[in-house]
Structures are given as structure tokens and as C-alpha cells.
């Protein structure tokens, strides 16, 4: 796939003696890392939880929201997180 040809074209074309060109290649590397593991928390994980679990579906509305606020508050934690560190 073309992600995985660009890994040696990154190689043959990173300065590593350039500061800046290091930081921004491990920002963008992190990023990308960041929103594959969000991506595979919120999507692949809790989609698979929710339309799976019977105890989920028959929980009342306000349990189901309840739920729904803390899994988006625990991603805005692991965002902050992320931020800060």
C-alpha cells in the first residue's frame, strides 16, 4: 500500500541533523499514532461493546447516555493528556 512505501521514501529523505525536521517528523508520526489508537477505542471497541451487549440495549435511555458522556469524557482526558505530555 502507499503507507507502507513511504516509510523508506521518509527514510531516504529525512534530515536528521535538522532540529526542526526532527521534531515536526515525530509530531506527525505521534499524531498519527494518537488517532489510530482513538479510532480503534471509539470505533472498533465500543461499537463492537454496544451493538453486541443485550444488558447495554435493554439498559434504559439514561443509563445509555450516561455511558455514551463518560466515553466521550475519558476521550477528552486522553486528549488533554496527550496535550500535556
Not at 532540529?19 to 489508537?37: E, M, P, R
Not at 465500543?46 to 455514551?68: E, G, V, Y
Request: some cysteine; charged content about 10%; glycine content about 6%.
Amino acid at each position: 500500500s502507499a503507507r507502507v512505501s513511504s516509510g523508506p521514501w521518509l527514510s531516504l529523505s529525512y534530515n536528521n541533523t535538522s532540529y526542526v525536521a526532527s521534531l515536526l517528523t515525530q509530531g506527525i508520526f505521534d499524531s498519527v499514532s494518537a488517532g489510530i489508537l482513538i479510532y480503534m477505542a471509539l470505533v472498533e471497541l465500543m461499537t463492537h461493546h454496544l451493538t453486541s451487549s443485550k444488558d447495554f440495549r435493554k439498559a434504559s435511555s439514561r443509563h445509555q447516555t450516561a455511558c455514551f458522556v463518560s466515553m466521550y469524557l475519558g476521550a477528552a482526558a486522553m486528549c488533554v493528556i496527550g496535550l500535556w505530555a
